[in-house]
């Protein structure tokens, strides 16, 4: 049973008695076993967290959709739409936008010419003045097809078969198709449930769904309208990174604004506080003497670590957004930057001093000895070593500032733009907010463009990261 | 060339403070060119620290200095007009444990020429071939000059920062403690080594081993903790007459293992 057995107990009288030995140890052991299991459990929390974390979006991310379609494809034409030639999309076109021309130029002006906003006030303004825009000189210079025989008319004036057959010409069969499902049938989701749910509770859903057809009905006082089947749709699409945000249409809804605006700002935010985190940290580590005035600095960084960082918000807006207006214009994305800088700072300081601590003395007393002054010293020995964890803590504090809401909203990020941000001295929105905007919209569907977002901003995240590790193993990797 | 001639350094009445803590009083001691001299002693009585002050390696630790005189050269080295990175090229250091860059074997030495500004490739590396060739080390590297420093063995990383430190071209290396990390094989060659440095450099080594400091030395000086925990020099000559007749009797007690 154990080792004393064997050995004759020659215990002092200053331990405890041979039998009391044995059942400390067993008690010592059953202690050893319960954190344990203890510091076990934790773990399996932990996971089982991140697990349901990770569930929540993906069900709603993807989620069964019934689609209503404005006008029944079937009313259109004998065939079903898919059989119908190229000629007969566009007589389909022609016919159902008869009677509306301007709707139809504008179609042509935003999915055939691509033209800007301002492009499109441009040409308005010109006509007002009494002048042509012909279409030759429009479509040459977007590079796109137009029919002959209306090269010289004026582009805004064009008639319905006219702006139909400059759309045919410029869209292949799959393209032309596209846009009269889009733009004529115009479906549209009126219910979505998440992934689960149509899984497990299948009645309900038909129950749901014979309601939005009553309703439907009702509204359009239409006895036969009927909802499509529920079909699976994923809304993490590719129109979620390229377009703009429609807060009217959810399955339009695209990030992109604000992709570019949290993009811009972490790079500004990165490129302002890593030097100056770092180089705090050099001086703090290397040069400071450990003075009164150094301890004060210290204790400081130390405790503005964990300040909310709604309060840094409020001095980016004191500071940045209205002492520094000349300089930041405002509420712009440097503004935020400068603000996020500000708070990350104290992270990286941190960081990078307990990375340079670590950093062996016996490196630094061998530079010295040979003659190195102290740059050489923390240029050539300390900093390169340091540098790994110096990454991890940028890894941190990118991680916070890329998914920080409460500073931003102090400091006038907007959720409704859809201009990208041209530089740092443009209007901006971040992924964080943009996705609150969604979560708060009263469609439903919003959610689900919002579970996307955030997958989204997960994966943008974790590429940043993955270029912050790559970079540090790659330090690591020098360094040994 | 020199002012003080046969010797490489000279201390005078030299006081070493941490803070307001003396950690070496009153040393004054002559240091012969082109010979070894052992510094002994039990430990914490201050004989590193006195070694450190040679090449004012003891400024980097916060709040120490030092009064009194180390004349090299005939000058002062805590004079004012002395700039400590400059006599760290001429008095280099190899230390207790070693402590090669993370970096390859040809980069570890060429880096001391290289941050004193020499710059062109095949002096570099002719530079590399002589400091490993003095410190014996030349023969199992030089295939593999590329290979990390750290792959090294404790006692081939130990030559190799001898190397390293003979790269810059010093007058007095210090060696402080050298061959505490080190197998005995490992240590004989080192000391071989030391013996074959002592042709053209002043070497001091600090050594808690006294057969070492027997084997190896010229001089051996004696430290012992004194009033105050300072360290103080309790005797400083030939070393066959201390091991032999030493003239103080602490001396003796230490060196036959009455103490310490």
Known sequence: MSVSENTTASTTQYLPNEEQLQKNIARRNRQAKFWEYVFLASIILAIVSLLMLFFSIIRQTFSYVVVYNQVNPDTLADKPLEELSSDELTAVIITFYQSDANDLRTLVFNEVLGLSSSDQQAIRDRERAKETVTVKEIAGDKNKEYPAESAEKSIIRLTVPEYAQFIQLNFDDDALYDFVVEYVVQPLIVGSWPLDEYLLDRDSIDADIIQIEDQLREINDDPSIEVSEPKLRSWLQWHLIVDTIDLSRPEDAGLRTAILGSLMMISITILVALPLGVGAAIYLEEYAQGGWMERLIQTNIDNLAGVPSIIYGILGLALFVRILDDITQGRTILSAALTMALLILPVIIINAQEAIRSVPDSLRQASYGIGSTKWQTVWNHVLPNAMPGILTGTILAISRAFGETAVLVVVGSITRITVDPSGPLSRYTVLPLQIYALITQPQAQFRNVAAAGILLLLAILLSLNAAAVILRNRFSKRAV | ?260
């Open chain 2, 1 to 260: 060339m020199t002012s003080n001639g046969k010797y490489a350094l000279e201390a005078r009445n030299l006081n070493i403070f941490y803070g307001n803590f003396r950690a070496v009083r009153n040393v004054s001691m002559q240091i012969e060119s082109n010979k070894i001299t052992a510094l002994i002693g039990p430990s914490g009585c201050g004989k590193s620290t006195l070694l450190r002050s040679f090449n004012r390696m003891n400024d980097l630790v916060l709040g120490s200095h030092a009064e009194g005189e180390i004349l090299y050269r005939g000058q002062n080295l805590y004079g004012n007009n002395v700039d400590p990175v400059e006599v760290r090229r001429r008095i280099g250091m190899v230390f207790q444990k070693p402590n090669p860059f993370p970096k390859s074997i040809f980069d570890n030495i060429a880096y001391g020429p290289r941050i004193l500004g020499q710059r062109n490739k095949k002096i570099l590396a002719e530079i590399v071939e002589k400091s490993l060739r003095q410190a014996a080390l030349w023969d199992d590297v030089k295939d593999n000059l590329k290979k990390s420093g750290l792959a090294l063995s404790g006692g081939q990383q130990q030559r190799l920062c001898i190397a390293r430190t003979l790269a810059v071209e010093p007058e007095i290396i210090l060696m402080d403690e050298p061959c505490s990390a080190l197998d005995p094989i490992a240590t004989l060659r080192i000391e071989e080594l030391m013996r074959e440095l002592k042709e053209n450099y002043t070497i001091i080594i600090v050594t808690h081993n006294m057969q070492q400091a027997a084997r190896v030395s010229d001089y051996t000086a004696f430290m012992l903790m004194g009033q105050e925990r300072a360290g103080e020099l309790i005797e400083f000559n030939q070393t066959d007459r201390i091991f032999t007749q030493p003239a103080d009797s602490r001396t003796e007690d230490y060196i036959t293992g009455r103490f310490g």
